[in-house]
């Protein structure tokens, strides 16, 4: 069954440390992408991959950054964590003309 | 850019009421539509999508229908079940740039018994 695993589920940082938010997919999809939710804005995207060791910049890509070191992994970096980042974030991943499949979030919580 | 619209951002009905959930889009290009459901601490899934103008999407009893002249993509249902209580978002994808999806705000759908 397609799946797309997040970990951790959910994280506590502190202001201006480095957090790694990490997915894996084994759907052999091409495309993986990484939203952020936050109440009133719906998802919005971040960063996204079309081929392993490429990324490219989405709609709201400060302050963030991402990793695609193979096909199924798709990593979210943020060097400098703020207050602001504090969100749930989902990754996800598709092939093309097919619809994005998501996995069950990251709730991710600044301090 | 490329922007949805969701006119609703809470819809409270009881059981078997009819549901209509608003969606609008703005888009540059000639997108494909979806409707995604999320449940509380899961990820959204997929409901269905439509790619031409009059094209209907349906799935588990609810549809939309593509609308290019209108720019909607409203989201019904004829009877709704306590079970369906969720967010509903609207999205759209622009198919020359992949399987990026826009996203509306998202509706929540509270039904009562």
């Known amino acids: 069954e397609a799946a797309v695993t997040q970990s951790p589920r959910s994280k506590v940082a502190v202001t201006g440390g480095k957090v790694t938010l990490s997915c894996h997919q084994t759907?052999?999809?091409?495309?993986m992408y990484w939203y952020r939710q936050d109440t009133g804005h719906g998802l919005r995207l971040i960063h996204y991959?079309?081929?392993?060791?490429?990324?490219e910049k989405g709609d709201i890509p400060d302050g963030y950054k991402a990793s695609r070191p193979s096909q199924e992994n798709f990593s979210l970096i943020l060097e400098l964590a703020s207050l602001s980042q504090t969100a749930v974030y989902f990754c996800?991943?598709?092939?093309?003309?097919?619809?994005?499949?998501f996995g069950e979030g990251t709730r991710l919580s600044v301090l | 850019g490329d922007s949805v619209t969701q006119t609703e951002g809470q819809v409270a009905l009881s059981e078997e009421d009819f549901l209509t959930i608003h969606c609008n889009y703005s888009?540059?290009?000639?997108?494909?539509l979806f409707w995604y459901v999320q449940y509380p601490g899961e990820g959204p899934q997929f409901l269905f999508r439509?790619?031409?103008?009059?094209e209907k999407g349906s799935s588990r009893g609810f549809e939309a229908t593509y609308n290019k002249e209108a720019t909607s993509f409203h989201l019904q249902k004829a009877s709704v079940q306590e079970s369906d209580s969720a967010v509903y978002y609207c999205?759209?994808?622009?198919?020359?740039?992949?399987?990026?999806?826009?996203f509306g705000q998202g509706t929540i759908l509270k039904v009562y018994l």
């Open positions: 996800a991943s598709s092939v093309q003309n097919q619809a994005p499949l």
């Open positions: 759907n052999n999809h091409d495309y």
């Open positions: 991959s079309y081929v392993a060791d490429s990324t």
């Open positions: 888009a540059s290009g000639y997108p494909a």
């Open positions: 439509a790619s031409r103008d009059k």
């Open positions: 999205a759209l994808s622009d198919l020359s740039s992949g399987q990026k999806l826009v």
